[in-house]
């Protein structure tokens, strides 16, 4: 979290010339995601025209797009929709209130709290975690049951995943996740991973006990069979 607050500091102190910023299709991407989430659930519709737009909007834009370029794993409608789980009876805010710490905040708030659910509750996650580790290990040639093993500058690859939010911890764990937290330094651990080793036996106890455990782990069979039939495997 730290490191996206003083990335937000860095742009929203920046003297842009808003006369010379045009708007991308980046922009309008976020500006209509955000206008989405603005409207709580009531009828919206797309804004297409932006010759109009103000230039504290412009600017704005900017400055979200460069964070969301650097921070390719945060998801541009996960992160709108944040401020309304942690100000539910608040009024929506205007666009540059999501330039500032208080958003990085909400978001953080709202993404400890989904990964706290049941796996049963986060089962679109789950998949596409698993889909996202088939295509890692056909990318690097290797077997699902070396994904865990697999390091990448002696940290373990599949840490770096989860820190950028690729992977859901409970894919990990149905994998076989074992004790590689505990290999790993302390300071390197707590500012990667805050709060993950103090968790994880947690996770562990709620995927043993959810009732999409057996579930869970067909997906992880049916890509490991996948991957086996698509590359040729050192034995």
């Known amino acids: 979290m730290i ?20 708007i991308t299709d980046k922009q309008k991407q976020i500006y209509n ?8 659930g009531q009828p919206y519709k797309f804004r297409k025209n932006f010759d109009d737009i103000d230039d504290r909007l412009k600017i704005d834009l900017y400055k979200l797009q460069n964070f969301f370029n650097k921070f390719k794993h945060i998801d541009i409608d996960f992160f709108f929709e944040s401020f309304s789980f ?22 953080s708030l709202y993404k400890e709290y989904k990964e706290n659910l049941s796996p049963d509750l986060q089962l679109d ?25 697999h390091k990448t500058l002696c940290i373990p690859t599949w840490v770096l995943e989860y820190k950028e939010s690729k992977i859901n911890i409970y894919s990990v764990i149905a994998l076989g996740y074992s ?41 992880i069979l049916h890509t490991d069979n996948f991957i086996k039939k698509n590359l040729t495997l050192p034995k």
Request: aromatic share 12%; charged share 30%.
């Open 86 to 107: 942690v100000y539910p009876n608040d009024q929506y805010p205007i666009l540059s209130f999501f330039t500032t710490r208080k958003a990085i905040k909400c978001y």
């Open 33 to 40: 995601c955000y206008l989405k989430h603005s409207r709580k």
């Open 125 to 149: 996650e789950i998949k596409k975690s698993i889909v996202h580790i088939g295509s890692f290990c056909l990318r690097n040639k290797i077997q699902m049951k070396d994904f865990l093993k």
């Open 179 to 219: 004790n590689d937290l505990y290999q790993m330094e302390e300071d390197e651990r707590d500012i990667m991973i805050p709060g993950l080793l103090k968790n994880i036996e947690s996770y562990k106890i709620r995927f043993n006990n959810c009732n999409s455990k057996e579930k869970i782990k067909t997906w």
């Open 3 to 22: 490191i996206y607050l003083v990335f937000i500091k860095k742009y929203s102190g920046q003297n842009s010339t808003n006369k010379t910023l045009k």
